[in-house]
């Protein structure tokens, strides 16, 4: 799929490129000293475009580009080979850590070959109050990736790391509660130290693109077709109306989807079967 708009070419100073940070953006302070290396997972999505060039700008300011990392989890291809996230993902986290001349990792979890089986092997779909998706298939792999560049630094001691995420407090209440900076789940005193870092906590949706505009950031075309979030391309999680508009843009996706629905015997959300999505999707 396209890259829309086509980002600025690379300069030999990857941060000379970079904006004033907005007056209303003020970045939050993180402890550059303290940490060995950032890693910033990137999805492919809005608000990761606008974590990264956060990341980055302040990374620069302290002298600490060279610490920086993008992570991309790739959540692998089905049982019958369609990609779960959006095609096209993969390329626009790349093109944005290209931007700024930092290090770019695409990591797939070593136990499931794709998200999908992972759900098959479960026997339902994963839910507020059961994102397994997002435990097993990126903070995991994350978790791996930040041990790697711990052997790959050699230090000593156990690694201290950042790890950056675009939630936005306004996405949800629970979001809303998380703190910019803590403590990550993934630490282990022998192994790793690691710090959650939420760069665009305070940012509302219409602040983020407003960054990607005034920055000329590359962001996927699906936003222009009418997608509010993009990771999976169908995800229990989304709004209906993502969903219906999804399912029409994938409608092979959607199909294996159904099936694997009628296989479990568990609708693919609360009060919404990917069977209604499909006819909805095609206007039944």
Known sequence: MAIAPSAPPACSNPCSRLLPAPAD?????FDWDAHDVVVVGDSGGKDSRVTLDTVCRQADAAGAL????????????????HLVEWPGAEAVARR?????GVPFAVRRSSRWPSLLHRILDRGRWPGFFARYCTSEM???VGRDYIDELGNELALGRPVRAGYA????????RNRARQPVLAPHRMS??????VTAWLPIHGL???????????????YHEAYDLGMRRLSCRLCPLAARDDLFLSARLNPEVAREFAAAEERMGSPFKNGLTMRQVIERASGG
Do not use: F, Q
């Open 25 to 29: 953006t003020a970045p939050v302070e």
């Open 66 to 81: 060279h610490k920086v990392r993008v992570l991309h989890c790739d959540l692998g291809r089905t049982p019958e080979g």
């Open 96 to 100: 944005g850590a290209a931007l700024y």
């Open 138 to 140: 990126k903070t995991a």
């Open 165 to 172: 995420l675009g939630m936005r407090a306004d996405e949800s």
């Open 188 to 193: 282990a005193p022998s192994k790793r130290l």
């Open 204 to 218: 509302s949706e219409s602040d983020v693109w407003s960054a990607i505009r005034s920055g000329n950031l590359p």
